[in-house]
Each structure stands twice: as C-alpha cells, then as structure tokens.
C-alpha cells in the first residue's frame, strides 16, 4: 500500500503516519525529517535546504524530487510506504505519479486558528528528537525532554511568524494538490479537529479494503 498525507503543518501528519505505519507494517517517508537530517549534518543539500525552510517557504521541486525518487528505490520500500511532506504542490505529485503507483491521498483538514496554536505549542528535543507540545502532548516537566532531560526548544519554523509564512504556502501551493488527487479518485477527507484515536479508526476503516 502506497500513501500520501496531506494536511496543513501541525494538522497531526507525523502522528497518524507513525499509526499507520505500525499498523500497516509501512515505510515512513518524512520529507521535512531527512531534510532535517541534512541540515544538521551540514551537507550541501542541507545548506540550500536550511535558509528556504527557516522563512517558511518550500524546498525547489527538482531537489525534494531527487530525494524522494532514491529514498522509495530502498528495500524497506517493497512493502508499500507512506510519504509525509511530498508532494506538496501539483507538479510534485505529477513526478511522483511517473514514479511509482499511489493507492490513496489522505487530507487531514483543520482551520488555521487551531494549526497556529498548536505550531506554537510545540518543543523539540535537540539531543533525541523527541516532539511535545505544550497542550496535546506536554512533557512530564515542562521544557525537559522525558527521554533524555535535555532541555527543550523550540524549532525556528514553529514560531508564530513562521507558523504564518508556513500556512499561507500551504494554502497557496498544497490546496491544489486536495483537488488533484479528488479528480484521481483516490482523495479521503478526515477531519483533523477530532482525537487522535478517532482520526487514526476512520483512517483505517477507509484503508481497511486496501491492506
Ligand atoms: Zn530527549
């Protein structure tokens, strides 16, 4: 089975990915993780990466093409996988269909209002990568990380301006990409204002002919 998330940032993507992954024994595709990862690990893709994800804009088609195109030629991959943060505009998700085959498109929908306060409720661990937030998911002692108590904070593109800039591109570029993959067919619409745990059954019951 091969999915793609879509969902404004914060709309909750990372979480039901990671339930869906476990449940359907998937590989998980973060676009927004493996950048990350080039960042800090100061590669050049990371460096021309770095600046464009600090002002809330998208990474350029051709780059997050590339990565995409190696990463789902990895092994892991055979079984189906689920890619959250690609494609994230029209043309992204026409280089993906040259690709390879997608079964469904899953929309978490929420409003702005509520995505900003979740954005800005966010903290990071730097040291193990743990993620909290301080309304949903807080941690046992506020600003340390329950894993390894190093001290939390917050990532550069979750502060209120950035939460802004990152929702405005997602209206602009991603809402193109809902109707696209309506007139597919293979669009589902889920409701991100619900529990976690309702999001991630009526996920399921959805998906539950495909597996
Ligand atoms: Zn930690």
Known sequence: MRLVLIGAPAAGKGTQARKLVEYYKLAYISTGDMLR???SKGTELGNQAKSIMASGGLVPDELIIAIVQ???KQDDCKSGF???GFPRTEVQAEK???MVHIDKAIYINAPDELMLQRITARETCPKCGASYNKISLPSKVAGICDVCQEGLIQRKDDT???GKARLKTFHDQ???LVEYYKKKGILFEV????QLEDI???IIQELGALA
């Open 82 to 84: 689920i890619l959250d």
């Open 160 to 162: 209120l301006e950035a």
């Open 174 to 176: 991603s809402e193109p």
């Open 96 to 98: 993906l269909e040259e």
């Open 200 to 202: 991630t059954k009526a």
């Open 70 to 72: 190696e990463r789902i």
């Open 37 to 39: 990862e080039e960042v």
């Open 191 to 194: 409701d991100g204002t619900g």
